[in-house]
């Protein structure tokens, strides 16, 4: 990943002043960072719509703690496995891919050498480069079967000493989600042994959530070329639109049933 200079109003700057930050620095588990990254977003505006849901609704702390802890379980562990099944099915998609490009390179070599001469010429190369790039790449098979799945198919080549990197993923994705989704209850658990008032433990809880997603946009803003502060102020609107809506249908359901004489 190159990290370069991003000015306030998130623009680049100049080369020069870029120059100094274009070393590259190649960082492992980005991926990963990014799968627990969304994660966590998804699993804190998720249970935080809930508990806005029940308090709009005029729920108790008992109901508003079952909701939120039983929505918050069963949609980390929909999260997390369907991560891994998706990270699973890529990888198998990308294991035939690899095998259907080796198949046609060991068979049909020169289709596959003018198929990439013709991608490369599309990119903007003149014929005698692209035949000249192509052909050499061609000496080594492994190599060129690599670039023909980015070039050609748009896919990452499969990594063969990450068979079970999926499961890896899926844990990640749950246990980010569940962190991070267990913020907007710990307002209501923590703070119960000194208030019973519904109006202070919501406050707490919104307050607790508020800042977590600031948190967290700010470092969504390291895969983005948005500044910290302004990527934080984006998660945190969206988290609060989210919150607000569902906190507004809680108020409706609740009204509809007090006028069908319906008690909650």
Known sequence: MVEVEVSADG?????????????????????????????????IITTFAVVAGAG????????????????????????GVGDALSSKSEGEVALRE??????????????EVKEMVEIYEAKGLSHTDAELIVTTMAKYPK???????RDELGMEPPDEDSKFDYLRSGLYCFTSFLICGSVPLIG???????????????????ALTMCTLFILGAIKSRFTLHTWWRSGLEVLFVGGACAATAYAIGMGVEAALEALHVTT
Not at 188 to 198: E, K, R, S
């Open 143 to 149: 190599f060129f079967v690599d670039v023909m799945m």
């Open 188 to 206: 209501y658990v923590a703070f119960m042994p000194l208030t019973n008032d519904q109006d202070v433990l919501f406050t707490i809880s919104c």
């Open 56 to 79: 709009g609704g005029g729920l108790s702390q008992g109901v508003v703690l079952v909701m939120g802890f039983s929505s918050l379980v069963a949609d980390a562990l929909s999260m």
């Open 11 to 43: 623009e680049m700057g100049t080369a020069e002043e870029v120059a100094p930050f274009a070393k590259e620095q190649h960082k492992k588990g980005g991926d990963r960072l990014k799968t627990c990254l969304f994660g966590g977003l998804d699993g």
């Open 98 to 111: 690899r095998q259907r490009e080796e198949w046609e390179l060991d068979n049909f070599p020169e289709g």
